[in-house]
């Protein structure tokens, strides 16, 4: 029988953590043998018939870098599904795996790379938020003329000020992976926009006379923010106990059907989309909650 795989956790400042696997050779070998008999399959060799081949030639078709993640595909979702278990953790993203040694005949190691969401303690957020609501709406003379101190703070107003309360009073350290990986994102979505519009990103950055650097710290920044107040409401909606009708989900789900990737959405995918309109409208219920403090 193969040895078992070892795992070692690391917790990083950034809020990181690292998991090591040490992957005997034995297993990885199982495994590539199982990649090469599926590849075999479905190959086309010359002077065999399809799916006939013998296995070392099927294996010198494949490139190293597909049977190197192939069968690390077998190996890692268990071996993840154990150190999780066995650490009793509660991970944010699925992690991103890195090749760190994978020598013939000797135990290979790979990092992942995930995290945990923070701890969010809330304080007295009532009255941190009641008291920035309360301070804005109190007329100061020599304030901008141009703004009619008479006419009340509009929703959206109350709104920008309750989240900057909130992000000034409630400190969270949010993991670097998720930072990045909302950064990412929100640079995909530029790039798509982009592109659509038939623009290069140097020239965008060239016309906003900004470094990539900048643009990339930028949305790090809007990242760290948004992960924020998401958590932070989403713990306020659990602190006031708020629920989300199943008609409002259902409501929102089927003017989001307007999409046609959504309208084509398999179950699975629509009960998950559905969780996420939830968990969005829990969230704006929390800060039309919030609003009202004043």
């Known amino acids: ?3 078992k795989i070892t795992s070692v956790i690391a917790r990083e ?8 696997f040490t992957i005997p050779f034995e297993i990885i070998k ?3 043998n199982d990649v090469i008999k599926e590849f075999a399959k479905d190959m086309e060799i010359p002077g065999f018939r399809k799916g006939m081949a013998p296995l070392d030639k099927v294996e010198a078709k494949i490139p190293q870098a597909q049977l190197v993640e192939h069968s690390l595909s077998h190996v890692l979702p268990k071996a993840l599904g154990e150190a999780i278990t066995e650490n009793k953790l509660q991970i944010a993203i699925y992690p991103k795996f890195e090749l760190i040694s994978a020598k013939e005949d000797e135990a290979w190691q790979i990092r992942a790379i995930t995290c945990e969401l923070p701890e969010v ?4 957020y009532k009255k ?6 309360r301070a804005d709406s109190i007329i100061v003379p020599g304030k901008d003329k141009k703004e009619d101190q008479n006419t009340p703070p509009s929703n959206e107003k109350k709104e920008q000020i309750a989240i900057k309360a909130l992000l000034d009073s409630v400190k969270l350290k949010i993991p670097q992976i998720l930072i990045e990986e909302e950064a990412d994102s929100r640079l995909s979505s530029l790039l798509g926009r982009l592109e659509k519009l038939g623009l290069a990103l140097e020239s965008y950055l060239a016309s906003t006379g900004k470094k990539p650097e900048d643009l990339r710290g930028e949305y790090a920044a809007q990242a760290k923010e948004a992960i924020s107040v998401d958590l932070i409401l989403n713990k306020i909606a659990e602190a006031e106990k708020i629920e989300v009708d199943k008609k409002e989900i259902e409501a929102a789900f089927a003017m989001s059907q307007a999409d046609p990737k959504i309208a084509d959405m398999n179950e699975e995918e629509t ?4 969780r996420l309109l939830e968990s969005i409208l829990r969230r704006r219920k929390a800060l039309d ?5 004043s």
């Open 13 to 20: 400042e950034n809020g990181n953590i690292q998991i090591t």
């Open 128 to 133: 941190e938020v009641t008291g920035a609501l």
């Open 289 to 293: 909650f919030l609003i009202t403090l």
């Open 121 to 124: 303690t809330l304080g007295d």
């Open 271 to 274: 009960n998950n989309r559905k």
């Open 1 to 3: 029988m193969a040895d």
């Open 30 to 32: 199982e495994a590539q």
